[in-house]
């Protein structure tokens, strides 16, 4: 079983699509535009300005650790990467080369569950990541990155 396994060009364009339709996103570099989409509600989300290279480590470390704990040894997520290569990508798997990181350093990379019942969205120019779905957010509760500045939204 390969870890990421690219999205096929119909497979990308549909599931893009429903992306753009169900969180109303609209991508911008600019603040007041921001958010640049509608987080299904429970939400939270997390300044992430102030960091050192040992915090992206442990932001790695921990996503892959709470997408685990919410997945089974076998499921596929959607990693999505804006305007570049998206796949379908097992957590569960030795990870080797990632090809799309969770620190957003330049494009938009959400992570999803095929449902669209929880996520993890970076946010790049705004310097933040949301978590939404009861599951996930409490797996970030439990295991919070130390990347996680104060909480920029919240619908709690």
Not at 46 to 72: M, Q, S
Not at 108 to 135: A, D, R
Request: hydrophobic share 35%; with cysteine; net charge negative.
């Amino acid at each position: 079983m390969d870890i990421w396994i690219p999205l096929a060009y119909e497979q990308y364009g549909l599931v893009w699509d429903k992306f753009y339709k169900d969180f109303n996103f609209k991508p911008s570099v600019h603040s007041s535009d921001w958010p640049s989409y509608r987080l299904p509600v429970p939400f939270v989300t997390f300044d992430i300005t102030e960091y050192t290279d040992d915090d992206i480590d442990d932001l790695e470390e921990k996503c892959i650790t709470n997408l685990r704990a919410v997945t089974g040894s076998d499921e596929y997520i959607y990693a999505l990467d804006w305007q570049h290569k998206s796949y379908l990508y097992n957590p569960h798997l030795e990870n080797g080369h990632a090809r799309i990181g969770f620190y957003p350093d330049g494009d938009y990379y959400f992570f999803l569950n095929k449902e669209y019942k929880w996520g993890y969205l970076g946010h790049p120019w705004e310097q933040s990541i949301s978590i939404f779905g009861e599951e996930l957010i409490h797996q970030f509760e439990t295991n919070r990155p130390t990347i996680f500045g104060k909480i920029v939204r919240s619908d709690r």
